[in-house]
């Protein structure tokens, strides 16, 4: 399987998002296409990160990545790990908001 993206997070995991997934979401969330580079940032240097108190995910979130009507939100990554380690991008977005109910593991405002 080819990846478009192989990075380690700010907690050491190792996360990986596979080409057929980021084409699979580009149709649903367009707006993300010019911000495919920045995915490794909010990974490595998010503002905030929740663990799901629903399901364990951990959700990271980056302001300052959208430009234009993006620019106030976070960009929104939902990552998942599997018992073996394995972790891969669920999902992304832009959100106005840190909306997650669970634990904060981090939160390091901007600026």
Known sequence: ????????DCFGHRVRLDHVNWERHL?????LAPYHGQIPLVLREPHAVVQSAADGALHF?????GEGMYQPLYLHI???CAP??????????????IDVDGEVLRFQPPG
């Open 84 to 97: 073996t380690g394995d972790c891969w991008v669920k999902t992304c977005y832009f959100t106005g908001a």
């Open 61 to 65: 979130y980056r302001l300052g990545i």
């Open 27 to 31: 149709p649903r969330h367009a707006e």
């Open 1 to 8: 399987m080819g990846y478009e993206l192989d990075v380690t």
């Open 78 to 80: 939902i990552v998942d």
